[in-house]
């Protein structure tokens, strides 16, 4: 079984009969992420079966689920932690209440907006069964709006501490512009975020000069081509790339060898030169340099991606530093979904 087959394989055994994802077979992991889901779908997206679009479904069905919280949330800007639509659920699609967790995560929203809009505009995916599924990404629009997605501060896609990101902020600009077709987005909403990440550009946030999230704003989003795609990309190549991953932001204390020792609440200083690699970084340089037409270095990433599989052909999550161990979340859904799209993305260009 070759590498596409087998990552296919495991996406396949994380998919629940309820169509969402797990993030991961680890007794960490064993949770479904709406961001997490919709990278896992992406590979589907274009394929003529229905996998894709019953996975966007059950999403919907989620929010459909708190619905009462969006309207509520439509109108007042949330202040909890809680009330702010949940990043994280149990398998069978239900809010999880026992631990404390960065729910802020407008990226999230952004990426199902973009998946749905985008599916439906260049792929025709019939995603919406009925009116109030019409209604709930409408709600999702004003619930954006409500938060003001373009100065709150998020947890942004590593949930952890609030700070206007990018990242997020760009993931709502494409998700707003994919679904404006479908539902009522005002250009005011759509150009707040694109200020925002002017302002910011090339720094992912105020704290962060490089961060590998800032890839989504290459690819899938698109929002920076050309000379600013590449800054975006050589910034994180100097500063984050190692050689079984790409760190997440320099002083990354999530799995990085300090952290059972000493924690994760020192100065992010403390951690430098000890951050966890994650291995889906590679496939996904690998996606960027293809939207920007450069061959060499896409074939490139796909190989070093290959170098760092298991046996099976599957990702770890990520690799401690400067050892070649994996951490506990193997395999990790997205790694295989990223994998498989820089896979096919290169193949169909190039074959």
Known sequence: MDHLQ????????????????????????????????????????????????????????????????????TERKPQAMYEYIHARYSPDGFEIHNQEWGHAQHDMIGAFLYA????????????????????????????????????????????????????????CVAGLRAIQPIVFVPQEAIDNGMNTLTNLFPRESVSKNADLAQLSLIYPYQLYQGEEAKQIIKNIEKELLRPNGVIRYQGDSYYSILEQAYGRNKDRSFYYGTEAEWTFGFPWLSLCWQTLNHDQHARYYIERTKEVMLDNGILPEAYFSGIQKPNPNTPLGWSSAMYILAEEKRGFAYA
């Open 116 to 171: 749905v809009g985008t599916s439906i505009q260049q792929y025709n995916k019939p995603i919406i069964r009925e009116e109030r599924d019409h209604a709930i990404i409408q709600k999702l629009v004003f619930y954006l709006m409500c938060c003001r997605y373009w100065e709150d501060e998020d947890n942004g896609m590593w949930e952890e501490y609030r700070e206007v990101h990018a990242s997020s902020v760009g993931a």
């Open 6 to 73: 087998q990552s296919y394989r495991l996406l396949e055994e994380l998919r629940q009969p309820n169509h969402l994802y797990l993030a991961s077979q680890s007794k960490e992991y064993h949770y479904f992420w709406i961001r997490d889901a919709i990278y896992m779908s992406l590979p589907y997206m274009d394929k003529p079966c229905n996998t894709f679009t019953l996975s966007m479904q059950a999403i919907l069905d989620v929010f459909r689920r708190y619905e009462w919280k969006i309207d509520i949330h």
